[in-house]
């Protein structure tokens, strides 16, 4: 299938593309890779009349230390989460996690703030901003904010953003010697989207945990924090019987959707697997 | 290689070499011209509005604000084309009683399955077409949608073909009346229920179609990605009243066909009667998500069977019911019941067993038709003889080699009639079961398998033998009717310069055709295969045949090029003899010279007698006629096919936990008779491993109850990638066919036919452990929790 035709702006700045689309009501689209949009443009899934194209906009790029935080630039590259030094070290989770975003080509193209801003269920990153207790930097009309992870995941598909809104940058805390992080998915083939994946990020003294953020993804219309498994683990040392508890509460944690493929009960299922798997892991020093 | 034709020693011995495809390194440059690379002056593009209903009423079709968009120059209706072109039924006569109701390009009153082209748009561009189909509006009234094998076959249900009593297509029986007897007598019999998803073949590039009718010249041009040029000239013309003459069809470069570019497809019909309507070339490329649902399926299957076995494990019996739903139509022109046929005939193959029931039962449904792909039948029958067998051994406590070697027909013992009536001149089952011991390593691999049990790790080693059907001869298709040679034709020329252009109508996919072809001609006449050219696929180019099909290319192309070379050779040999006043007999031809046959030593390159003929014929003696082209056809004779065989193995590991399956190893043994190129011998069985590895764990088209492919895309119809690819291990065994000169037998399909049998015995063997089991492809790990009970 062939595109509907579309007109086509190359902004500048924040403020040019944000102008663009405040004239063109709601019928413009922001593009950045293009690796989800344009298949939904060639599809006639989504049919705009405006493509403004944000990937000239220098305000965007770049990775940068800002105070406790790493600034990650809206138009940072998925094949740049694996190249940065930076993200290596000060967000590491990032870093694993990357390999396991679709293929070579579409990581050459596809953004972070494309992928956060798109907000698909089954997506690494989405999810991994949740872990990280990230901030989102969002542009608009009515100028900066910047809103947690925790806040900015509304729906299947629908977010924090306004209308015509524009994803800045992501806020990650900066890595710190006494964290850990997992992370790991299970996907029928390398590159696919998961049947369930999950990043942790944990705040350990010794082999105590002190603060643990545990995200899956491909659970449900949003990335989901298991904030039940999460409780059962703060204060205590990762043995066999607290991940079991831990792996127990996600049932409360998770309600996977139907699906005629994977049934909610074996999504569950794979869920617990996955997770008993990460937390041995973090709990080897991981 | 354990009988050459010609000992590798001698120079311009390439059969049996590894010589690389020429055509392979303009396609990686991007040099390939497909159809969708073609622009032709004054073309135009054709969409189609699809149905969004499995089974329903055409009410009425309103196309006039499409017709009054920018750019459109044409939109047709079933009723536009059902004027110029007649109706086709996909059956044949030797399938007797069955049935399929005629087809036109596009419905006039009734879509049948949801992704059924209804109306078509002719436009400037692809994307105009497109927006004009969104203008289109069509009312519908919902008829019941038959999509399950059950409820199709259920007294008093919907019945998808008005006029008929029930949903069914076709029967057939086979029964040599002992098989009761045997069960009654039998110690041990093994039973079970099979299912094999549905799929479909996934060519890189997809169905591609330019249709040129030039009104003055009265002649259709169609450029057509098929792998059968002459059988489209034929239906064209047949069904578009034009003469045969003035019909022809190019396939260019195709990119991949695995049988599915062999059928007639609504879409490539149609576009044929838009350019006759409109005067002008209009071209078609279906995208993927249309290719999902309109091109053949394949498989589909619900099989129940049972073996009867002795006390000491001899098979003595099998009893089977294939029940097999196919669409709402047979597919035209090779209808879609030769895979149910082939499924119930190939059953049991590899064994002696005397005693054998099938009945087959092929039955219509709401989704689009099922035909001819890469193995028809051969992985169904293979995975449950194998599987049954397997079974046995287990009941018995034997080892799975052991009873296969107890019980398959011993290599000595040939020529041999199956239980099911097919006639095998010579197989080597085993020698191919002791070779796969072998290469597999299969002592150690059991006690690797043991030691990780102790560990929780599980991993299953399976086997699987088979039967391959090659060189079909019209016993296939010419005696039901089908206007679809088993011949092929060659056209042979000596160049001025002393090269050799080949035109045979054997085609070439990507498979290679062209390298053997070019590599048998060399061979034959003395020659570097570089200075042979080979021209394949256009109808009005190359003299009539088969082309590719049922792995036919090699064997009975490649004995076409033979004989046709061995020709040309002697009337070469002719002239030299005058020119050197010798006996033909006296000479010979090695590396573009003539030599004396008994000491090598070269005496006039054919260059020369080339220019002599052609140039100076003056020089010649009174009455010498030089014949520098010869064209030849060769049909097979002898064995309505020429059946291969061999023997698969693989070793996997079972994720119990996740119900993920990693491929660790797979190994075949494989017997194509001559082996013409060893490195295209085993890109054939890889690949066709690959698919088969497709099929067992990855690859099914998912419908809802309404009959929706919920899964039409690549991104949800999982295809095997690189990473899903593990290391496939080769050996060969050689019993060539006496039948040809070549002795070469077909090998495209014995890849696709075994492996997913293989995985499933290893699979399988896996979950022994927890008494767990699974008989339905593809295993994905919602059959593996659900066995191992996990969720
Ligand atoms: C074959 C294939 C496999 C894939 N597999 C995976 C996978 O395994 N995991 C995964 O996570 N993803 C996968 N993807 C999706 C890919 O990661 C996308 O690139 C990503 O989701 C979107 O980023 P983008 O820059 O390409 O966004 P675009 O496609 O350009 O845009 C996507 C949406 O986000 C909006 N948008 C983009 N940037 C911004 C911004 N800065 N502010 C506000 N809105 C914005 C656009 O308007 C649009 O609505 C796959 C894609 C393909 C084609």
Redesign the pocket.
Known sequence: MKARAFSYFRAATIDQALDAHARAGDDA???????????ALSLRLQAPRLLID?THIGE?RGVSREGGHLRIG?LTR?CEMLSEPLIAEFAPLLHAAAP????PA?RN???F???V??A?P????PAMTLALDAEIEIAGASGRRRVKADDFFVDLFETA?QPG???TAVYVPLFKADQRFAFDELARRR???ALVGCGIMATCTDDLIDDIRISFFSVGNTPTRAKGAEATLIGSRLDAERIAAAQAALQGDLAPPDSDEVPPAMRLHLARVLLGRLLGRLGEGA | MSAPLTSLDRPNSYIGRSVPRPNAKRLLAGRGRYVSDLKLPRMLHAGFLRSPHAHAKIVSIDTEQARALDGVHLVATGTDLARICTPWTGTLDHFKGMTSAPQLPLPVDRVVWAGQAVVAVVAESRAIAEDALELIEIAYEDLPVVVDIDSAREAGGPVINPGSANNTCFRSQLDNGTVDAAFAHATHVVEEEFTFGRHTAVTLEPRAIVADYDPAAGMLTVHHATQTPYQFQDLYSRHYGIPEARVRVIATDIGGSFGMKLHVYHEDMAVVGLSILLGRPVKYVADRIESFVSDIHARDHRVRARMALDAKGEILAMDVLDLTAVGAFSTYPRTSVVEGNQVIRLMGAPYRFKNYRASLEVIFQNKVQTSQYRAVGHPIACAVTERLVDMAASKLGLDPFAIRAQNVIADDAYPQTSATGYRFEALSHQACLKRLHEIMDYDGLRAEQADLRQRGVYRGIGIATFVEITNPSPAFYGVGGARISSQDGAILSLTPSGEVRCMISVTEQGQGTEAIISQIVADQLGLAPEHVKVITGDTEVTPHGGATWACRGAGIGGETALQATRGLKRNILEIAALILQEQPSALDIVDGEVVDAGTRKPRLPIAEIARIAYFRSDTLPPGTQAQLTVSHHFAPQGYPFAFTNGIQGCSLEVDVETGFIRVLKHFIVEDCGRVINPMLVDEQLRGGIVQGLGAALFEECRYSETGQLMNGSL?DYLVPMPMEMPDIVIAHVETPTADTELGAKGVGEAGTAAASACVLNAVNDALAPFGATINSIPITPAKVLKALKRF
């Not at chain 1, 396991?100 to 293929?103: D, E, I, L, Q, R």
């Not at chain 1, 089954?122 to 990153?125: Q, V």
């Open positions: 689209r922001f593009i950045a890779g293009g690796q989800s949009l344009v298949p944000i965007l809206a998925h396991f975003v679709a293929h579409i193209r596809g953004t703030g494309g992928s801003a798109l698909d089954a997506s690494e990153f953003l809104e524009l994803i590159g696919d989207y | 991104a």
